[in-house]
């Protein structure tokens, strides 16, 4: 009785947070509690801005599939993965600039954000116009329809612009993604999900009205990238003229040390994401060339259904990235500490209580799902339910980790994870057959991932706490010894 009146009491106090009235911040609990809320409002418009964009896809694929046929909805995925791989090509930039307004924002130094938020825009305003030049002076001399494979006259003709809007999309969207990391450095994720779903209906709105024109490829393609592009440029003008005009990019608050500060952390992040891409996505591979094109697909399908509520759960860990920059700047290091050992609690039991109810129906909701196409092996439903939970575990502490810009540490925890992953996985998977594969990426995530973490977690309070006695007005981004 005593337990659900805990849990009732908890439940209650956490919807609290679900107000729209900003908590007062003048105390230190007035500050955990504003955290609380903007990281509770962040997960909220997340998941509806997801399942609008979720809803979006089932609505606008099988459009697209039927206007187009299979071979120019062939190439649209095809150069939406090219595409995808750009994602990266700020460099890390939106991630360090996050940090470095988060950290700003706890320290209440303008200066120090408006420096940083001019000289991010300079950089990423020179990496596209130099993407963009490089991509004008190739597109005459590429055989575009070559590159994408394509065979008929229709799709032959229209790689190459289907491809230009793609990447014209992709390049300007650099310098106006930087208002998003700002909203998030700020902790109002809220404002960047809202902006997402907006596009999310401006790109099926575009879609809608390019088939009824009978449009061709490259022009759905505008409409379905360009609809999210607009939603950012509108989101950019409302930031900079009305919500933060302050922050607004100028050339003469841009500087060297800022500019080489931003770029010095981004290539960390940079890096890391790139690691842990790989570590993440080489599974699908190794199957496919160890056994065949069959098992990857049965490989990912599975790995999609263990990783669903992870990746909802992500939605909850990533806005507290820039709270506990904002709290570490403070020298909040309690309501850190606190917020640190719920959600990673929070997170791993519901990650195990999935992970458990799949590795016992995952079969049946497979045959219900898809028909009687997999059937996967119990040893591999096992190991992808370890792996969800212990994956779930490292997302929380990573958010941390992030916030307090110690990149340096998971950048070498990740390469060697990805690497002795996917040789795990060949060893493993030659032997055991589909279930090795995940078996030598759990081994190399537990191993080389989450054993360094732990050893290195307390090693960070340390430092965060010298800090804090040291020198409570902190005047730089705080940074990894």
Same mark, same amino acid.
């Given at each position: 009785?005593?337990?659900?009146? !805990?849990?009732?009491?908890?439940?209650?106090?956490?919807?609290?947070?679900?107000?729209?009235?900003?908590?007062?911040?003048?105390?230190?609990?007035?500050?955990?509690?504003?955290?609380?809320?903007?990281?509770?409002?962040?997960?909220? %418009?997340?998941?509806?801005?997801?399942?609008?964009?979720?809803?979006?896809?089932?609505?606008?694929?099988?459009?697209?599939?039927?206007?187009?046929?299979?071979?120019?909805?062939?190439?649209?995925?095809?150069?939406? %993965?090219?595409?995808? $791989?750009?994602?990266?090509?700020?460099?890390?930039?939106?991630?360090?600039?996050?940090?470095?307004?988060?950290?700003?924002?706890?320290?209440?130094?303008?200066?120090? %954000?408006?420096?940083?938020?001019?000289?991010?825009?300079?950089?990423?305003?020179?990496?596209?116009?130099?993407?963009?030049?490089?991509?004008?002076?190739?597109?005459?001399?590429?055989?575009?329809?070559?590159?994408?494979?394509?065979?008929?006259?229709?799709?032959?003709?229209?790689?190459?612009?289907?491809?230009?809007?793609?990447?014209?999309?992709?390049?300007?969207?650099?310098?106006?993604?930087?208002?998003?990391?700002?909203?998030?450095?700020?902790?109002?994720?809220?404002?960047?999900?809202?902006?997402? /779903?907006?596009?999310?209906?401006?790109?099926?709105?575009?879609?809608? !009205?390019?088939?009824?024109?009978?449009?061709?490829?490259?022009?759905?393609?505008?409409?379905? /990238?360009?609809?999210?592009?607009?939603?950012?440029?509108?989101?950019?003008?409302?930031?900079?003229?009305?919500?933060?005009?302050?922050?607004?990019?100028?050339?003469?608050? /841009?500087?060297?040390?800022? !500019?080489?500060?931003?770029?010095?952390?981004?290539?960390?992040?940079?890096?890391?994401?790139?690691?842990?891409?790989?570590?993440?996505?080489? +599974?699908?591979?190794?199957?496919?060339?160890?056994?065949?094109?069959?098992?990857?697909?049965?490989?990912?399908?599975?790995?999609?259904?263990?990783?669903?509520?992870?990746?909802?759960?992500?939605?909850?860990?990533?806005?507290?990235?820039?709270?506990?920059?904002?709290?570490?700047?403070?020298?909040?290091?309690?309501? @850190?500490?606190?917020?640190? /050992?719920?959600?990673?609690?929070?997170?791993?039991?519901?990650?195990?209580?999935?992970?458990?109810?799949?590795?016992?129906?995952?079969?049946?909701?497979?045959?219900?799902?898809?028909?009687?196409?997999?059937?996967?092996?119990?040893?591999?439903?096992?190991?992808?339910?370890?792996?969800?939970?212990?994956?779930? !575990?490292?997302?929380?502490?990573?958010?941390?980790?992030?916030?307090?810009? @110690? @990149?340096?540490?998971?950048?070498?925890?990740?390469?060697? $994870?990805?690497?002795?992953?996917?040789?795990?996985?060949?060893?493993?998977?030659?032997?055991?057959?589909?279930?090795?594969?995940?078996?030598?990426?759990?081994?190399?995530?537990?191993?080389?991932?989450?054993?360094?973490?732990?050893?290195?977690?307390?090693?960070?309070?340390?430092?965060?706490?010298?800090?804090?006695? +040291?020198?409570?007005?902190?005047?730089? $981004?705080?940074?990894? +010894?």
């Amino acid at each position: 009785m005593n337990q659900g009146r !805990a849990a009732l009491a908890r439940t209650r106090r956490a919807m609290g947070y679900l107000r729209l009235r900003p908590f007062e911040t003048s105390t230190t609990e007035g500050r955990a509690a504003e955290r609380y809320r903007r990281a509770a409002w962040s997960t909220v %418009a997340g998941t509806g801005a997801r399942v609008l964009g979720l809803g979006v896809s089932l609505v606008t694929i099988p459009l697209a599939i039927g206007y187009l046929g299979a071979e120019r909805y062939g190439l649209w995925v095809t150069i939406s %993965a090219i595409t995808a $791989m750009l994602t990266f090509a700020d460099f890390g930039l939106g991630n360090g600039l996050m940090n470095a307004i988060a950290d700003a924002y706890g320290r209440d130094d303008l200066p120090a %954000a408006q420096r940083a938020v001019s000289s991010a825009f300079l950089i990423l305003s020179a990496v596209a116009v130099v993407a963009l030049t490089g991509f004008a002076l190739l597109y005459g001399i590429v055989p575009w329809a070559e590159v994408t494979n394509v065979s008929t006259a229709t799709a032959a003709a229209e790689a190459g612009p289907t491809l230009l809007v793609f990447f014209v999309c992709f390049a300007v969207s650099l310098p106006l993604g930087l208002a998003q990391r700002i909203q998030y450095g700020r902790q109002e994720g809220f404002e960047v999900s809202a902006w997402t /779903a907006v596009g999310s209906l401006l790109a099926l709105a575009g879609l809608v !009205a390019a088939i009824q024109l009978k449009a061709g490829l490259p022009w759905l393609v505008l409409a379905l /990238a360009g609809g999210p592009v607009v939603a950012t440029a509108l989101n950019w003008l409302i930031l900079f003229s009305r919500r933060h005009p302050e922050l607004r990019p100028h050339l003469h608050l /841009a500087t060297g040390r800022a !500019a080489l500060g931003l770029i010095k952390v981004g290539m960390l992040f940079f890096v890391l994401q790139l690691a842990v891409a790989v570590a993440y996505q080489s +599974d699908v591979v190794v199957a496919a060339r160890l056994i065949g094109p069959p098992a990857a697909a049965e490989y990912s399908v599975a790995l999609r259904l263990f990783f669903l509520v992870p990746t909802l759960l992500s939605l909850v860990f990533v806005p507290l990235w820039p709270a506990y920059g904002e709290a570490i700047a403070r020298g909040d290091l309690g309501w @850190v500490r606190r917020t640190l /050992a719920r959600s990673t609690t929070l997170g791993v039991i519901l990650a195990a209580l999935s992970s458990a109810f799949l590795v016992i129906a995952g079969r049946e909701v497979l045959r219900i799902w898809l028909g009687p196409v997999f059937d996967p092996p119990f040893m591999l439903l096992l190991g992808m339910a370890l792996w969800a939970v212990v994956s779930t !575990a490292f997302t929380s502490i990573s958010m941390l980790l992030n916030g307090a810009t @110690v @990149v340096k540490f998971q950048v070498i925890v990740a390469s060697v $994870m990805a690497g002795t992953s996917i040789v795990a996985s060949i060893v493993l998977g030659s032997r055991f057959g589909l279930s090795g594969i995940i078996w030598g990426t759990l081994l190399a995530y537990v191993v080389f991932g989450a054993v360094p973490t732990l050893w290195y977690l307390p090693r960070v309070f340390q430092q965060l706490d010298r800090r804090a006695f +040291d020198k409570l007005g902190m005047t730089s $981004m705080p940074v990894e +010894d």
